[in-house]
């Protein structure tokens, strides 16, 4: 990274960082080992690598003065990806995100003798205890105006219904992010003790069977699943 400060255009492969800051108007991404193949990958890299010297980028280097558009590349490298991909960036971030919460919750269960502390252990203990009761019943799945609705049965036993939060979960697709949703708890299923309706929508750019419902603990200031590693899928 240390290109960007010094005002010069980075050309490496499609991963780490420049995976998250390529683009074609402030540098170059050579060819990487997941387009090549493992069959001839060195021939295929080192091919792309002297074509893109050879055509791009001496070429620009040659005739920077000239080459406008290309000057306007190096400036968009500076002053966009700079700021964002930089060792302060980073620490800031990290500190504001993670070291500065993760310090005032410590400061907050440790108060009074560490009785929030002591109190979250009761919980988690509590909790664990009794996941085992956590069920799901079946799936209703409607389709409309471009999107799925899905309803399901959740048994609680005697886990209180404010202790547990219900989500739709599928996997990304093409890289991307995780799809999840919290599911709204509707009501309360008449004749069948502490079993509540959940329901939330979702798109239907892909098969309805890529959603499925879940189950994890919940309670404000816990760090789930990092303090308490519960799951229960719908299956």
Same mark, same amino acid.
């Given at each position: 990274?240390?290109?960007?400060?010094?005002?010069?255009?980075?050309?490496?492969?499609?991963?780490?960082?420049?995976?998250?800051?390529?683009?074609?108007?402030?540098?170059?991404?050579?060819?990487?080992?997941?387009?090549?193949?493992?069959?001839?990958?060195?021939?295929?890299?080192?091919?792309?690598?002297?074509?893109?010297?050879?055509?791009?980028?001496?070429?620009?280097?040659?005739?920077?003065?000239?080459?406008?558009?290309?000057?306007?590349?190096?400036?968009?490298?500076?002053?966009?990806?700079?700021?964002?991909?930089?060792?302060?960036?980073?620490?800031?971030?990290?500190?504001?995100?993670?070291?500065?919460?993760?310090?005032?919750?410590?400061?907050?269960?440790?108060?009074?003798?560490?009785?929030?502390?002591?109190?979250?252990?009761?919980?988690?203990?509590?909790?664990?205890?009794?996941?085992?009761?956590?069920?799901?019943? %079946?799936? /209703? $799945?409607?389709? +409309? !105006? @471009?999107?799925?609705?899905?309803?399901? *049965?959740?048994?609680?036993?005697?886990?209180?219904?404010?202790?547990?939060?219900?989500?739709?979960?599928?996997?990304?697709?093409?890289?991307?992010?995780?799809?999840?949703?919290?599911?709204?708890?509707?009501?309360?299923?008449?004749?069948?003790?502490?079993?509540?309706?959940?329901?939330?929508?979702?798109?239907?750019?892909?098969?309805?069977?890529?959603?499925? %419902?879940? /189950? $994890?603990?919940? +309670? !404000? @200031?816990?760090?789930?699943?990092?303090? *308490?590693?519960?799951?229960?899928?719908?299956?």
């Amino acid at each position: 990274m240390k290109v960007l400060a010094n005002g010069g255009l980075n050309l490496s492969e499609l991963d780490g960082w420049w995976a998250d800051a390529y683009s074609a108007d402030v540098g170059w991404a050579s060819v990487t080992a997941e387009i090549a193949g493992r069959s001839g990958w060195d021939a295929a890299e080192a091919n792309a690598l002297y074509t893109l010297l050879e055509e791009e980028i001496i070429p620009t280097f040659m005739t920077a003065i000239s080459a406008a558009s290309r000057l306007g590349g190096w400036r968009e490298s500076m002053a966009r990806l700079t700021p964002a991909f930089s060792a302060n960036r980073m620490v800031r971030q990290y500190a504001e995100e993670h070291c500065i919460p993760l310090a005032s919750a410590y400061c907050g269960r440790s108060a009074d003798a560490g009785r929030k502390g002591a109190d979250l252990l009761a919980w988690q203990r509590g909790i664990s205890s009794r996941w085992h009761d956590v069920r799901f019943g %079946p799936v /209703a $799945i409607d389709s +409309r !105006e @471009g999107k799925y609705f899905f309803s399901v *049965l959740v048994h609680l036993g005697s886990v209180e219904p404010d202790d547990i939060r219900v989500e739709l979960y599928a996997d990304s697709v093409n890289a991307g992010r995780p799809f999840c949703c919290s599911m709204a708890r509707d009501h309360a299923v008449p004749g069948e003790p502490q079993t509540y309706r959940y329901s939330c929508a979702a798109p239907n750019h892909r098969p309805a069977h890529h959603y499925t %419902p879940r /189950a $994890i603990p919940n +309670r !404000e @200031g816990v760090l789930i699943p990092l303090e *308490l590693r519960l799951i229960t899928w719908q299956k």
